[in-house]
T-cell receptor, first 115, second 115 residues
Framework: AAGVIQSPRHLIKEKRETATLKCYPI?????VYWYQQGPGQDPQFLIS???????DKGSIPDRFSAQQFSDYHSELNMSSLELGDSALYFC??????????????FGPGTRLTVL | RKEVEQDPGPFNVPEGATVAFNCTYS??????FFWYRQDCRKEPKLLMS???SGNEDGRFTAQLNRASQYISLLIRDSKLSDSATYLC????????????????FGKGTLLTVNP
């Protein structure tokens, strides 16, 4: 079965540079979530999109922005990168709906290293 | 009380052992609960969903106690391949019909199954 695709899988940037992470959800999934997982930490929710509209916002820095496109893929744009942005960035997708739907399936993640 | 709290672990058990993890949650209105497992540097993978009193899948049993607001995960006959971090996840309750299930993860419980 098709899974969530994230690209790139690894990214190395220097401080103050910009980065763009891409996420392609499971086909027919309309909701995308972004999570950040620092070393030894649990995943922290950043932002989510449902039907191309931002549906929820978590601890996402102002330096970051994201959007969901008409084909439901999403991009996380990160500017003025800081050393503390080094982390695993996971994208998850789900099928929107009530209570029992919406199980999130995670992509393999993008490992961002800021030097 | 934190939104989601888990047994801190780590748990080190021999193969074949039975091990149980507990997770408490603060929002009494929560309707659904999930256990994810995460291998080192990999994405969280859904292990079990719990919507009513519990769920069983082979060697894995999840139980929900709404009165005490905790869920547990029981692993019987532990295998070496069960070694991973187990994450308790409680989405916020919503009846909006939209999909804004940002996941709140517990800190995770590290399980190591030894030969």
């Amino acid at each position: 079965a098709a899974g969530v695709i994230q690209s790139p899988r690894h990214l190395i940037k220097e401080k103050r540079e910009t980065a763009t992470l891409k996420c392609y959800p499971i086909p027919r999934h309309d909701t995308v979530y972004w999570y950040q997982q620092g070393p030894g930490q649990d995943p922290q929710f950043l932002i989510s999109f449902y039907e191309k509209m931002q549906s929820d916002k978590g601890s996402i820095p102002d330096r970051f922005s994201a959007q969901q496109f008409s084909d439901y893929h999403s991009e996380l744009n990160m500017s003025s990168l800081e050393l503390g942005d080094s982390a695993l960035y996971f994208c998850a997708s789900s099928l929107g709906g009530r209570l029992r739907s919406g199980t999130q399936y995670f992509g393999p993640g993008t490992r961002l290293t800021v030097l | 009380r934190k939104e989601v709290e888990q047994d801190p672990g780590p748990f080190n058990v021999p193969e074949g052992a039975t091990v149980a993890f507990n997770c408490t949650y603060s929002n009494s209105a929560s309707q659904s609960f999930f256990w994810y497992r995460q291998d080192c540097r990999k994405e969280p993978k859904l292990l079990m969903s719990v919507y009513s009193s519990g769920n069983e899948d082979g060697r894995f049993t999840a139980q929900l106690n709404r009165a005490s607001q905790y869920i547990s995960l029981l692993i019987r006959d532990s295998k070496l391949s069960d070694s991973a971090t187990y994450l308790c996840v409680v989405p916020p309750f919503t009846n909006s019909g939209g999909s804004n299930y940002k996941l709140t993860f517990g800190k995770g419980t590290l399980l190591t199954v030894n030969p």
